[in-house]
């Protein structure tokens, strides 16, 4: 199983932009998954997680600005960001906790991280 997140890039502030998070392999369910962006010096944060029903949650800081959604079909999550701030400029990390089979138990996977940059 692998997941290849893609979208980031260079954008001014008050611009938008949309990560993408691809999961491939053998993947029975995706239960759970998310967002976390590390800024430079910086602590890893919780952006934002999505329940398999498509439930998000979001961070204080990013409430109300980024949306979180999934295709099932695809085995893709998204987040849209929009009104991007400085602020917002980090790696972006994707998660999942899915499982490979019926009776195999949850796993918790990450992708490689993509660069969101946030002019002022």
């Known amino acids: 199983v692998q997941l290849q997140a893609s979208g980031g890039g260079l954008v001014q502030a008050g611009g938008s932009l949309r990560l993408s998070c691809a999961a491939s392999?053998?993947?029975?369910?995706?239960?759970?998954a998310g967002w976390y962006r590390q800024a430079p010096g910086k602590q890893r944060e919780l952006v934002a997680t999505?329940?398999?029903?498509?439930?998000?949650n979001y961070a204080d800081s990013v409430k109300g600005r980024f949306t979180i959604f999934r295709d099932n079909a695809k085995n893709t999550m998204y987040l849209q960001m929009n009104s991007l701030k400085p602020e917002d400029t980090a790696v972006y990390y994707c998660?999942?906790?899915?499982?490979?089979?019926?009776?195999?138990?949850?796993?918790?996977?990450w992708g490689q991280g993509t660069l969101v940059t946030v002019s002022s």
């Open positions: 392999g053998s993947i029975f369910s995706i239960n759970f």
């Open positions: 998660y999942a906790v899915l499982r490979v089979m019926a009776a195999a138990p949850n796993g918790q996977y």
């Open positions: 999505i329940t398999s029903s498509g439930t998000g």
